[in-house]
């Protein structure tokens, strides 16, 4: 359960930006999770309280998530599909050689204030 940790540091770097530019209250939080990420975002949902819970400046904060698509790109008949949709398999000829276009992605896309 690495999404703990990854959170804390999300969190830290919103509350870094946040004191830099001169933001005191947090209104949300918007993390890009891929979904070939390794990182499951029903643990960001449970565990954000619990991360920001002695942070005044997350008082009343929203946590919103974006779910980027994982995409491959067939590399027998170029065919681009949702790898975890498809199980790893091109719908198309049934290949499992593939280059990975998105959905391997973390961000903090997004703090939102008031």
Known sequence: MHEISVLYKAV???EQTARDNGIEQIAYLTLE???LSGYLPVFFE???PVVT????????CE???????????????????NI???KGVCPKCGSRYKKILGGQQ???KEIGYE
């Open 12 to 14: 830290e770097l919103a």
């Open 33 to 35: 999770v891929g979904e």
């Open 46 to 48: 449970k565990y954000f």
């Open 53 to 60: 819970e002695n942070r005044d400046m997350f008082r009343d």
């Open 63 to 81: 946590l919103k998530m974006i779910i980027a698509r994982g995409e491959g790109l067939c590399r027998e008949c170029g065919a681009i599909y």
């Open 84 to 86: 975890m949709q498809e």
């Open 106 to 108: 973390f961000l903090l």
